[in-house]
């Protein structure tokens, strides 16, 4: 079984865009728990474009015992105004599970992970602070690697293996498919190779310690596949496909076909 933790942000995107409380993040969070999932995510970020420091404690204070709060964030972008930093937030809201990301302030959205083999100097230090807390610690890598030695050294319990590329590869796969297209070869093997690199980077990190969890683009589309091919995942992230999904289907039937998939 592989838990389902449902990112929120989109629900603060479509906030933000119009002002007010509407929809709220907390009522999307409740009614996701409601349908069974086990964990909720929200990535805050500084310029404070979805997900709020003031969202993140509420949330915290509103979720039940028995569900995972993932928190994910860059633990090395700095204090500034309505931001307090992601350490301060973890001492608010004492999250089961704080995911590092190596995004920037000009990003839309994260696309890449960290490199275990240059590491920021005080990796180590921070993931300490935070487990200090009660956090279990994972960091986004890339898939395809295969030494987390440093990240498992350094007190990392798990990684998160971007999922953007092998999302992509799928899509473009399917789609040469169903348009029977001259391509079609190439992107099934194209596919295949995704899958293969999330493969031999989740045996590797469970080879040596670590737990493997996974995330970015994954969707009811290409869940099943991905989690087949990658066996031993232990948890998934999804927001952006699944409030997508949502939007058409409705947010307590979107989750109830993913735990169908996941199994938990």
Do not use: W
């Not at 990684?159 to 092998?166: D, K, N, S, V």
């Not at 699944?242 to 199994?263: F, H, K």
């Amino acid at each position: 079984m592989t838990l389902l933790s449902v990112n929120v942000n989109k629900i603060a995107v479509l906030r933000n865009s119009r002002g007010g409380r509407l929809p709220s993040p907390l009522e999307a969070a409740r009614r996701c728990i409601e349908a069974g999932a086990r964990g909720i995510t929200v990535h805050p970020r500084p310029d404070r474009r979805h997900i709020t420091s003031e969202d993140v404690e509420a949330l915290a204070d509103m979720l039940p015992r028995d569900v995972e709060f993932n928190i994910e964030g860059n633990p090395f972008a700095p204090p500034r105004a309505g931001y307090p930093g992601l350490l301060a937030l973890a001492q608010r809201a004492r999250p089961a599970q704080v995911t590092f990301v190596p995004d920037g302030d000009g990003q839309i959205t994260s696309d890449h992970g960290f490199d275990p083999r240059a590491l920021p100097a005080a990796t180590a230090a921070q993931i300490a602070a935070f487990k200090a807390l009660g956090c279990r610690v994972s960091l986004f890598v890339d898939a395809g690697g295969t030494a987390f030695e440093p990240l498992r050294d350094a007190g990392a319990d798990r990684i998160e293996l971007y999922t953007g590329p092998y999302a992509e590869a799928y899509e473009a796969a399917n789609t040469a498919a169903a348009q029977r297209e001259a391509g079609m070869a190439a992107a099934t093997a194209a596919l295949a190779a995704r899958l293969a690199e999330c493969r031999r980077s989740a045996e590797a990190a469970q080879a040596q310690g670590l737990g493997v969890n996974a995330g970015h683009d994954l969707s009811q589309a290409n869940l099943a596949a991905f989690l087949a091919g990658v066996p031993g995942v232990l948890e998934v992230s999804i927001g952006h496909a699944l409030i997508a999904e949502a939007l058409v289907d409705g947010l307590a039937e979107t989750v109830r076909r993913y735990r169908a998939i996941t199994g938990a």
